[in-house]
Nanobody, 121 residues
């Protein structure tokens, strides 16, 4: 059973910073790509940033230069450092990971339950 648990959301003023964390736990063989997606009220879930286990990164244009994704492979944990936050960054942020449950299985797509980030004065 693979679980992704996010932490670090909250309320922050415009221009402020937050750091999100997501740890993969349970029994599994390996973790490939990890990433963050977000969903604002009434909108679809969109990509924020992804990172492979080789630390190759990809960002949405809207967060480039403000957000930084990183990971600790030994801890199976991914981080999202969010700086210069704007009200339009307000959303539920979801952690995603491609996880190989056993040596013989294919990678599966797993999601966390989400953490709310609110940017408001």
């Amino acid at each position: 059973q693979v679980q992704l648990v996010e932490s670090g959301g909250g309320l922050v003023q415009p221009g402020g910073s937050l750091r999100l964390s997501c740890a993969a736990s349970g029994s599994f063989f390996g973790v490939y790509a990890m990433g963050w997606y977000r969903q604002a009220p009434g909108k679809q879930r969109d990509l924020v940033a992804t990172i492979t286990n080789y630390h190759n990164t990809n960002y949405a244009d809207s967060v480039k230069g403000r957000f930084t994704i990183s990971r600790d492979n030994a801890k199976n944990t991914v981080y999202l450092q969010m700086n210069s936050l704007k009200p339009e960054d307000t959303a539920v942020y979801y952690c995603n990971a491609a996880v190989k449950p056993t040596y013989y299985s294919d990678y599966g797509d797993y999601w966390g339950k989400g953490t709310l980030v609110t940017v408001s004065s």
